[in-house]
């Protein structure tokens, strides 16, 4: 075996990709079949066959098992069970014809857990370190024809216990395996070194390299020795503007394409920085993750999950939690993100036992963890993108922390280290954290946290800059609170942004029995132990469709603000730049002028080329003649690129803003005319609505037959709702199903039909509970319209807040299209509303959905002044609200919804469910997070609001 060495993904050296068809066998144990399948002759006719790259398991050969902190064996460290899933593996091939003699490496980009390699018939090793290379000398076992390539894959070893990240086990050969020629005198490793100095502006390069060469950039008209370094003014790389020069290495043997981005990385005055400023981490946690393929991700997944990055304004990754595939970094360095780059390294299962026997604190797994170590920095030093190293995920604390932490800064000084789960932070240069709520997260930020015990340390870490480097929690429906976190990061300096926890859902797609795809989580394999769908937490679905919460981050984060109603005057935006290198010259602004949704004007809008961190007013032109009368008026500013760049086209937008011309007239109270009277049987009817006299529900509207509308609190509970199961009492979800939210009961009081308007009282409450909501429906009406207005008045001392609170009803479903003015497109909550802007939308219904993988409350349009539902004739239903209101429309009810556990399980009904809402509790992010935020809270207490029905013919 090879020592590690620096990656690059091309030379003139030849190289053989062994992707492919293979042979396959699986043992259910380790030592079920002997070696002879290794001997060049075996005869391997009755085996399966295998795509390598990939995982057996997702190929029809044993299930996908998912834990989350739990060892899915018994904690035994080093051992493993006799149950140890084996996979045998053979490749036979043939050299190209012009391959040559001499040295040749055999190359492992990634396999999960324990390798043993055989060579035409010659054991080579084993190997461990899933997510790290490995790489053989075999160039003297090589033969022209038929080689012959035996590997037989564990899916448990003792590199398990060092592997216990959060995620699916899938075991086998899951990334590139090739041969790479090796010519005499060819590059055994080499480290380019270039800095950049913001003070001078000059770069300074150098290569080292075994064997010395001559190092090449013609863009910088430099050639130079190997060691030696020169100095020359460059343009500097950053994830904003990330310049690369090309250049070549050349050895005796071999030349090697370079890709230099110069840049200067340090922790000076407190803050982390990038070329002499501070920078803002707007990050995500990336997994490697495909739906069908698992851990194998190709190279055009990698490039448009990066484009989806940038596009939505992610500046950072953190490669949660190994190091990725080697051409994800290089896409890093071409499109620009700061990378942390992670070790192969987790123990969270010993947090169970107290962190008893935890390997890292255990002399006897140090070279496997400096092993891990060197494998990472080794193959990843030459990345420009990379900025931090990290040490790894959730293994407490220990004295292999310590050594892999000082052999790093020995080996690579340039970079700082990170590394979270020692809260002393004595062998890392950030203070970081996860899931700090926003308080903890003020007070780091004044550098008043709660001290160590250790006043040197205590010291130490509170002149450090500080990241989150897991924060809002994107299981299902959120996160809530991104806007909150983000004011802190630009309030205290100190506090420089994080990565959301985390880009995808690792569903596996899978199909019913019907044929039906949808997506897998914890327990559909049958894992007698499991976490559920804790592994869906990302801003992507698994077939990387963004979810909501990826638009609310976008807006959150967005590195220009553009604002009204800061006290500059009605006719004038505020614009800030909140990059941290870019000047804003390669954005251009539009202002556009709507009435109630309605484009009135629209035109560019001259801002000055601001410097990073710098703001101007700017006005806006006058409103559009003759516009003034007809309602609410908005105008939205937005800032778009002015050119294509590498990950999008000119004219996408990057960022912003709505500031009102005219608010929304109060809707004058509507002049009722009608009389409720008794209508035939025992109804009565009072302007287009006909009502059962004894409940008092509303039957029809205009001759159509309805249901409710009913006051409703219950929503099916989303994981932040439920919470996670250690997090600090009251987890939502648990409060409302004791207090039976779900199955609360109506008593009609009285239907009191009266001069000029219909009264229903009636008292909501839930068995076995002296609680209740006093709700009081005044129903008015013209010929043409029917209002209700709704009051609530709670009972009792209600000890929690409500899930929701408004009215339920149900129409038709031929009521299929919806269009509505108010928030939108997408779905919005309290705390996840940034995104929704004011104006007016439409779809069909069934696209107001949003199908997070387990069903839960979603699709819920904020802050509407109207909505309409139409069949495809254009007749159908609108409904105003006063003041706007939540507007959700489904094909099943909400009690469907709060069963289901997969997007499969829910089945369009008859009706359509409307939720006409004037309030909702937040969304917050306790499924690991914190919860919702006091101002996001849907305490009890009385409420009134109204909203207008009539039909569109
Ligand atoms: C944290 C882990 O680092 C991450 O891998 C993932 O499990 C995440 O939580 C939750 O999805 S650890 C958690 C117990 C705080």
Redesign the pocket.
Known sequence: MLPPRAWYAASDAARLSLHGTWRFRLAPTAGAEGDAFARPDFDDATWQELRVPGTWVLKGFGTPWYT??AYPFPVDPPRVPDENPTGDHRHVFDLPDDWGEGPAVLHFGGVESCARVWLNGQELGHFKGSRLPHEFEVGTLLRPRRNVLAVRVHQWSSGSYLED???WWLPGIFRNVSLHRRPEGSVADHFVHAGFDHLTGEGTLRVECSPAGRVTVPELGLDLATGESATVPVRPWTAEQPYLYDGQLVTAGETVPLRIGFRTVRVEDGLLKVNGRRILLRGV?RHEFHPQSGRTVDPDTMRRDLLLMKRRNVNAVRT??YPPHPAFLDLCDELGLWVVDECDL?T?GFAQQGWRDNPVDDARWEPALLDRARRMVERDKNHPGVVLWSLG??CGTGRGLSAMASWIRDRDPSRPLHYEGDRSCADTDVYSR??ADHAEVERIGRRAEEPLADPELDARRRGLPFVLC?YA?A?GNGPGGLGEYQRLFETYERCQGGFV??WIDHGIRRRTAEGEVFHAYGGDFGEELHDGN?VC?GLVFPDRVPSPGLGEFKKVVEPVRIEGGTGDGPGAVRITNLYDFADLGHLDFRWRYEVEGEVRGHGRLAVPALAPGEAAVVKLPPAPAGAVRAGEAIWTVRALLAEDTAWAPAGHEIAWGQLTAVPRPAPAPPVATATPRRGEGNVVVLGPGTFDATTGALGYLDGVQVGGPRLDVWRAPTDNDEA?P?QPEPRPATEWRRLGLHRMRHRVESVEPGPGALVVRTRVAPAGSPLALHAVYRWTARRDWLRLELGVDPEGAWPVPLPRLGVRMSVSGSLGFAEWYGGGPGEGYPDTRAAARIGRWSMPVDALQTPYVRPQENGARPGVRWAQLTRTDGSGLRIEGDPDFFFSARRWTDEELTAAAHTTDLRAGEELWLHLDHAQHGIGSQS?GPGVLPQHRLEVAPARFSFVFSSLR
Do not use: R, V
């Open positions: 989350n902190t990240q959060d995620q946690n949660s939690h987790e969270h995920n959730e996860m899931y897991e929690h299981m926890w985390e804790f937490d996670a250690w690991c």
